[in-house]
């Protein structure tokens, strides 16, 4: 109710403030807009003064008067227009050189007065920020990427090999004819490999998609499955065959080596039998009513009500379909050397494409306490800083068997911390000493005083 009042109080406002604007830019008296609209100059002034607040009709009477569309007045998502244009505000770095910073209290002024420029600097914004998404992912790819890698240490090697043959050339006047032509012959077979190296180099960076130049079968395996939104329909039915894994996999572009199909058929069985364990008509009532309650997100209150583990009711969250009210919930899996080995991404938090992740992710923070849930809230090195619930445990990968040693695991579900806090709770009011901040690997971590670099961590222990 408070909400759709604020919603319906701030599109009146900004219509006011439109209106007023956009008369002035076409130069067009008050008495004028006022006769073609069909209403007296004073109605029209306490309009535009926000003093009075027009209705449905005469927006539309005023926007044909002004030959504009009538949304250009009265926009239902004009709070979500402010809550962008102040997030706008906190990601822009200072200017070199600036007197003031954005005014943000103006920003409804700014909004009301000019729509245009303020949806071009929110867009401005998102652009900049998706930038530095990739900039980020990049960097990752940059720093662990074993293609990559291999792929420059052809060139290098190519260009030493080239360089030194050359060299010998120049330098040495009595050469016999023999050694001449053998060294001829190096410098045309470098070359060849040089070029056929610079083309190989060339078309893996021009690989297009968020999961350009896949470099291994994990990531193969990912690809596919974000394809499918993480989410197999086949698995979910409750009758008594077993679906097809083989046809489920064969077939599929991004499914390209024998090595990613295993995976995937691996995978799917797992799915499989978590559906069974769980299925969506008993998982999904109890945690949609979690969240209509406005309660708060505990996952280990919906494991007991449940009766499933943890680590199994993490797998289910993070491959739900879209389900109206509920979140989407991230997921990262890792084995006992810290190497990720399932990576189910959520906007906001960057996940390495290689290698392990940060280290004080309550992730590798379960190693060291096998089978007890850890939760912390995490804030991420982001512009504004942006805040995750995390949720951890470790378990054994043959918790059944008598006979060590033990394969350890470790499961970490992300929620929006929006979503998992109590509806009477903002995440602003979290304390700082509550925070954990967090990237998503050192390699590329901004936090440069960071004490996980400084300090051994679990992964390295």
């Known amino acids: 109710m408070e909400k759709s009042a604020l919603s319906g109080s701030l599109s009146g406002r900004l219509s006011g403030t439109r209106i007023r604007a956009l008369r ?3 130069r067009l008296g008050q008495g004028d807009l006022a006769r073609m609209a069909g209403i007296s100059p004073s109605y029209l002034n306490l309009i535009e003064h926000n003093r009075r607040r027009a209705t449905p ?5 005023v926007a044909q008067a002004l030959q504009i569309p009538a949304d250009l007045l009265d926009e239902g998502a004009g709070d979500v227009q402010i809550q962008a244009l102040r997030a706008a505000a906190s990601r822009a770095s200072p200017i070199t050189g600036a007197t003031s910073a954005p005014e943000v209290e103006r920003s409804e002024e700014f909004l009301g007065r000019f729509p245009g420029w303020a949806a071009l600097v929110t867009q401005l914004s998102a652009r900049s920020e998706d930038q530095n998404r990739i900039i980020e992912r990049l960097s990752d790819r940059m720093a662990h990427d074993p293609n990559l890698s291999a792929a420059l240490h052809e060139i290098v090697s190519a260009v030493t090999s080239v360089q030194s043959t050359a060299a010998i050339l120049a330098e040495t006047d009595d050469l016999e ?4 032509a053998r060294f001829h012959h190096n410098i045309h077979a470098d070359s060849i490999r040089l070029a056929n190296a610079s083309d190989a180099l060339v078309a893996f960076l021009d690989t297009s998609g968020e999961e350009a130049g896949l470099a291994a079968p994990q990531e193969e395996f990912e690809s596919w499955l974000a394809r499918r939104g993480f989410h197999i329909a086949e698995l979910e039915t409750a009758e008594a065959a077993t679906p097809d894994y083989t046809a489920l996999t064969e077939g599929q572009a991004e499914l390209a080596s024998g090595p990613a199909r295993d995976l995937a058929r691996a995978w799917l069985a797992r799915a499989r039998d978590d559906a069974l364990a769980l299925p969506l008509e008993r998982l999904v009532p109890p945690l949609t009513a979690m969240f209509e309650r406005g309660e708060g997100f505990a996952p280990d209150t919906l494991a007991r009500d449940l009766d499933v583990p943890l680590p199994l009711l993490f797998h289910r969250l993070a491959t739900l379909p879209a389900i109206k ?3 989407r919930f991230g997921l990262v899996e890792c084995d006992g050397s810290g190497t990720l080995t399932f990576r189910r991404p959520i906007e906001g938090f960057a996940l390495p494409r290689f290698g392990g992740g940060c280290p004080r992710w309550p992730l590798y923070q379960a190693l060291a306490q096998p089978h ?3 939760g912390a809230t995490l804030e ?6 942006a805040r995750f619930a995390a949720h951890a445990i470790a378990t054994a990968r043959d918790a059944h068997r008598f006979a060590p040693p033990y394969v350890w695991q470790s ?4 929620t929006p911390v929006s979503a998992a806090l109590p509806r009477h709770r903002r995440p602003e009011d979290i304390p700082e000493a509550d925070l954990v901040a967090v990237g998503s690997s050192c390699r590329i971590c901004p936090r440069a005083a960071c004490d996980a670099r400084r ?7």
């Open 455 to 461: 300090e051994p961590s679990i992964v390295s222990a």
């Open 380 to 385: 991420v090195a982001t512009r504004p800083p």
């Open 177 to 180: 004819p023999e050694w001449r």
């Open 372 to 374: 007890r849930p850890l």
């Open 57 to 61: 009709r005469l927006l539309e009477a």
């Open 411 to 414: 499961a970490m579900l992300i």
């Open 24 to 26: 002035m830019s076409r």
């Open 325 to 327: 009210g509920v979140p």
